[in-house]
């Protein structure tokens, strides 16, 4: 965590950046430990894609920490899907928006006519089928 911040200062040597990046590094594990202190694979996992949502610059997470645009007690309160940048949400919720549309754009049947189900058209109104015409040797089909 504290190389990934530093990281950041190194590329950006001109912005005068208020926060440690040990002090953050430090007070994250803290609290990430105290939310995860019974499931060590759970604190792995979170542990994971914070440092790669850090290391993601569109994201901004890491300048927002060390100019202290966000506290650490913030950060850790997001939910994993916060931690995608807006650009990756706004074309996920376009693909979802698209794949609506396009399920919806499917022609429905405008009667009971056209629906076949299994082999067996059904041909009347109240759901008399041909199966039902095939059962009952009285049954008069016109």
Partial sequence: ???TLDSYRSKHPDEDLPQSSSLIAKSYEEMLHKK?????????LRFRKDLVALKN???GFTHDLLFGVMKVEDFIKLEERDLVPQIQKEQDKKLLEDELKMKIGKNLP???NQIKNNKVFVGEKW???E????IDPDFDVE
């Fill in 127 to 129: 759901g008399v089928s």
């Fill in 110 to 112: 405008s009667d009971i």
């Fill in 36 to 44: 995860y202190n019974d499931s060590l694979s759970g604190y792995k």
């Fill in 57 to 59: 610059s569109k994201t």
């Fill in 131 to 134: 199966s039902a015409a095939k």
């Fill in 1 to 3: 965590m504290t190389k």
